[in-house]
């Protein structure tokens, strides 16, 4: 059974960074993206990069200060740096399956989830 496991969540100060990483079993191939959710909010999209290909794409909000890498088939890595308060949210990965790789609804598999807190 495929399974996705996130890992390197944390406490930062305002300014600081932090490195996510995805770790998929069961299944490689996908086309891999980050999402988060903040307490009340909905879950938002952050950052997709494709499979083949290694194409990436990010949230207004994170561009310029976040960076999704691919290891290889399996692993699959968020680089968050200037981290804001703004930022503090749970982060999932997740699996694309089909349809936009906008929207939360077209991934078929998701991770349990990694807090990041951001301290002003």
């Known amino acids: 059974q495929a399974q996705l496991v996130e890992s390197g969540g944390g406490l930062v100060q305002a300014g600081g960074s932090l490195r996510l990483s995805c770790a998929a079993s069961?299944?490689?191939?996908?086309?891999m993206a980050w999402f988060r959710q903040a307490p009340g909010k909905e879950r938002e999209f952050v950052a997709v990069?494709?499979?083949?290909?290694?194409?990436t794409n990010y949230a207004d909000s994170v561009k310029g200060r976040f960076t999704i890498s691919r290891d290889n088939a399996n692993t699959v890595a968020l680089r968050m740096n200037s981290l804001k308060p703004e930022d503090t949210a749970v982060y999932y990965c997740a699996g694309h399956g089909g349809g936009s790789v906008y929207q939360r609804t077209s991934y078929v598999l998701w991770g349990q989830g990694t807090q990041v807190t951001v301290s002003s």
């Open positions: 069961g299944r490689s191939g996908y086309t």
């Open positions: 990069i494709t499979w083949p290909g290694g194409i």
